[in-house]
C-alpha cells in the first residue's frame, strides 16, 4: 500500500488547510486510516482516525477544529483543518491500519511521506 498526501502549505493563524491522501496497492487490506503529525522536537502524536465503519478518534488538541472524512467515489481521505493555530505546525502523515480503529492508535501498518503544514502568528 502507497499513501500519498497533499495539501500541506502556510497559512496564517486563524486559517484554514486540507490536506488530503490518496492510497494505492493493496488497498482491499485498509479497514482504518488517519493523520499523525510530528512538530519539532515532539514525537509523532495520532491526531484523527477514521474506520471503515465511520468509527472516528480525534485527538483532545483539534477536536471541533479539525474533520477527518473521505470520500469513496475518489478513493481519497481528508482532513479539514480549521481555526489553525501555530503550535499546529508539523509534518502530517497519512496512516492505515488493516486492524481496527484502535491499531491506528497503537501502531498503524503503512505510512505517507509527509507534508509540511506551517502556521504563522
Known amino acids: 500500500v502507497q499513501l500519498v498526501e497533499s495539501g500541506g502549505g502556510l497559512v496564517q493563524a486563524g486559517g484554514s488547510l486540507r490536506l488530503s491522501c490518496a492510497p494505492s496497492?493493496?488497498?482491499?487490506?485498509?479497514?482504518?486510516m488517519g493523520w499523525y503529525r510530528q512538530a519539532p522536537g515532539k514525537e509523532r502524536e495520532l491526531i484523527a482516525a477514521?474506520?471503515?465503519?465511520?468509527?472516528?478518534y480525534y485527538a483532545d488538541s483539534v477536536k471541533g477544529r479539525f474533520t477527518i472524512s473521505r470520500d469513496n467515489a475518489k478513493n481519497t481521505l481528508y482532513l479539514q483543518m480549521n481555526s489553525l493555530k501555530p503550535e499546529d505546525t508539523a509534518m502530517f502523515y497519512c496512516?492505515?491500519?488493516?486492524?481496527?480503529?484502535?491499531?491506528?492508535?497503537?501502531?498503524?501498518?503503512?505510512w505517507g511521506q509527509g507534508t509540511q503544514v506551517t502556521v504563522s502568528s
Open positions: 496497492g493493496s488497498i482491499f487490506s485498509i479497514n482504518a
Open positions: 477514521l474506520s471503515h465503519g465511520d468509527d472516528t
Open positions: 496512516a492505515a491500519a488493516r486492524g481496527t480503529i484502535a491499531r491506528m492508535i497503537t501502531g498503524p501498518d503503512y
